[in-house]
């Protein structure tokens, strides 16, 4: 019992499982056999099974706006499942949310994301990848099939899960004639039952740490263009003086002209790198000063 109790330490109350694929290629069936698994050989699991298909009206041929409106309540229903899951029980039992879904594109993943982040779910991407001939042959025998060209073109489109915020989390399963040997499947989705999504991939966040980013780089920048122009006076120095016509004194003050010139030039660029966002912009910037600094080096002799 304690080995048992330890295996759950730190682990979130609920895990969203997030099937995603080709329709017709073997997500529903691998759902219920990994929620038979569960039901079956784990009890301190409670799954609750999610197909976004079952919300939409039973009958008739595919249609977009019934499709939009299921998806809709179906994501409705994903959310009221973690949020009542994540209070804690006196049982201790943890919750298995099983999305299934085609997902095809990240950012529809994503919105299955943001409800894990707010109700403090762990979460994992698992990819059904199945190839197209294969996922038309089985879509043409569901109950009510999508047209070939509607699945053709999702394949054409799909984004496969993996970077950012799905890099850690996410499975692959390769049905086949066999299909998937499920209890290694379990192991492996137990294996990304975490914590909770933390708000490391929040749009805030990432948008504070691509700005931060970017000064980063400006600073840098400006900091290389500061050594260059400090060695091309040094440079004009040194040839001033080997000129044999300049006094001591004459040579001094062009470099106290110089250095004059090399903080104008640095005082003028920094808040303008300070409030441009696109690297190309600020090394477009970059040399637009040090090309000002250079004519400023010539007018000097």
């Not at 298909?53 to 309540?73: K, M, S």
């Not at 109700?119 to 009510?144: D, F, I, M, Q, S």
Request: hydrophobic share 40%; glycine share 8%.
């Amino acid at each position: 019992m304690a080995a048992a109790e330890e295996e759950w330490q730190g682990k979130a109350r609920v895990l969203i499982l997030v099937l995603c694929g080709l329709a017709g290629g073997g997500k529903s069936t691998l759902a219920g056999q990994i929620v038979e698994r569960v039901r079956e050989s784990t009890p301190r699991v409670v799954p609750e099974w999610i197909c976004f298909d079952d919300f939409c009206e039973e009958g008739g041929q595919y249609d977009p706006e019934t499709w939009r409106e299921g998806r809709r309540e179906a994501l409705a229903k994903v959310a009221r499942e973690a949020a009542a899951a994540a209070t804690p029980t006196t049982e201790g039992r943890h919750k298995l949310v099983v999305v299934d879904d085609n997902m095809h594109l990240r950012s529809m993943r994503r919105e299955i994301y943001l409800v894990a982040r707010k109700h403090g779910a762990a979460l994992a991407v698992l990819h059904v990848n199945t190839e197209l001939p294969e996922a038309l042959e089985r879509n043409a025998k569901r109950p009510r099939p999508l047209p070939d060209h509607v699945l053709v073109r999702m394949h054409a489109s799909f984004e496969p899960p993996g970077g950012g915020w799905e890099a850690e989390r996410t499975l692959v399963a390769r049905p086949r004639g066999g299909g998937v040997e499920v209890e290694e499947l379990w192991r492996r989705i137990q294996s990304k039952w975490t914590e909770a999504v933390s708000d490391f991939h929040s749009p805030e966040l990432e948008a504070a740490r691509k700005a931060e980013g970017q000064l980063v780089n400006g600073r840098s920048q400006i900091h290389q263009l500061d050594n260059r122009m400090r060695k091309e006076i040094s440079s004009a120095a040194r040839s001033w003086k080997a000129d044999g016509g300049l006094s001591g004194e004459e040579v001094s003050k062009r470099v106290l002209d110089a250095n004059a010139a090399r903080k104008d030039v640095l005082a003028d660029l920094r808040p303008r790198i300070g409030g441009e966002t696109g690297e190309e912009t600020v090394q477009s910037l970059v040399r637009e000063a040090e090309n000002v600094f250079g004519a400023k080096l010539l007018s000097l002799g």
